[in-house]
């Protein structure tokens, strides 16, 4: 197809040589833009290299003594209502110094978006906010009153720059705060979304954990069945150099053994990582139980 397109292009300059009216210029031109686009419409739409920037779900985001991690999004397009459950922790915050929340949006970074939150069992917070209709990427900084003064992320104003190019005119000066980041190509969208009760919160946040902990558990059991299978597979080839030996010479059965040898390590190595894995599996469902058991009391 690009060949032909380019036979194409080389008989439209020669027939420019012969012809100048504007108006075959226009014609021409305007049939090469058509071809183009024919032929490369489909990477033009493509959605597969968008890149979706996001902040991990469940993944800790640390500044100083502040540790935070988002463990659910949500946003209602009927209501363009976002909900976030936020899980931080500051060993730091001997003052009980409470968090404050500062929402900005992409296209208008300059702006604070209105945010309201409530406080689920000390570390866990639901923030919820009206946002603008065609929001692109929300930036929710986290911290305290004496630094969420003018909070800005450079890379949230990468488009923002000043009259002479230079520093982005709303750049940020703050410390010991952490930024949690939300695509609209990467939020779950719930048309039936809207403000709950606390305990309802509670709730949901405890299920919320524990289908992180269970999907670790799965890691966890797939890399056991990993390590029993590599045994397994050392074993029987331990068995057949075992077998071999009676045929070698000694040189040969020397290096049978070293090899062995080495097969027997390997088992060792799958040997220590099923019982560390076990042991962590087992400390999860524990702390399932828990979890559950909090739940039931709650």
């Known amino acids: 197809m690009l060949e032909k397109l380019e036979l194409y292009i080389d008989n439209l300059r020669q027939y420019f040589k012969e012809n100048t009216s504007a108006l075959y210029y226009f014609i021409s031109g305007f049939a090469v833009l058509g071809m183009m686009f024919f032929i490369f419409s489909n990477t033009l739409y493509s959605n ?7 902040t991990t779900i469940n993944e800790i985001q640390k500044n100083n003594t502040l540790n935070a ?34 929402l900005r949006e992409q296209q208008n970074p300059s702006q604070i978006i209105e945010t309201r939150y409530q406080n689920i069992d000390n570390n866990y917070y639901v923030i919820f906010a009206k946002v603008p209709k065609n929001w692109k990427v929300l930036s929710l900084s986290m911290g305290y009153q004496n630094d969420l003064l003018n909070a800005i992320d450079d890379e949230v104003l990468e488009n923002k720059k000043d009259e002479n190019n230079n520093k982005s005119t709303y750049k940020s000066s703050l410390l010991s705060v952490v930024r949690i980041y939300s695509d609209r190509e990467d939020i779950k969208e719930d048309s039936f979304l809207k403000e709950k009760t606390s305990a309802k919160y ?8 524990v289908s992180f902990l269970s999907e670790n558990i799965k890691e966890f059991n797939s890399t056991l069945d990993k390590e029993y299978k590599k045994i397994s597979d050392a074993k029987s080839k331990i068995s ?11 040189s040969e059965q020397n290096q049978t053994d070293s090899n062995i040898n080495k097969l027997n390590s390997l088992i060792n190595s799958s040997n220590s990582t099923i019982e560390n894995t076990t042991k962590s599996i087992k400390e999860l469902e524990e702390k399932i139980e828990k979890l559950r ?6």
């Open 293 to 298: 058991e909090k739940k039931e009391d709650f």
């Open 240 to 250: 057949e150099l075992e077998s071999d030996k009676k045929y070698q010479t000694e």
């Open 69 to 102: 991690k988002i463990i659910s999004r949500k946003y209602n397009p009927l209501t363009q209502m976002v909900e976030f459950i936020i899980d931080a922790d500051d060993i730091g915050n001997i003052d009980n110094k409470e968090l404050k929340f500062e």
């Open 202 to 209: 509670f709730e949901e946040i405890i299920d919320i954990e």
């Open 48 to 54: 597969n290299n968008k890149e979706i920037r996001s």
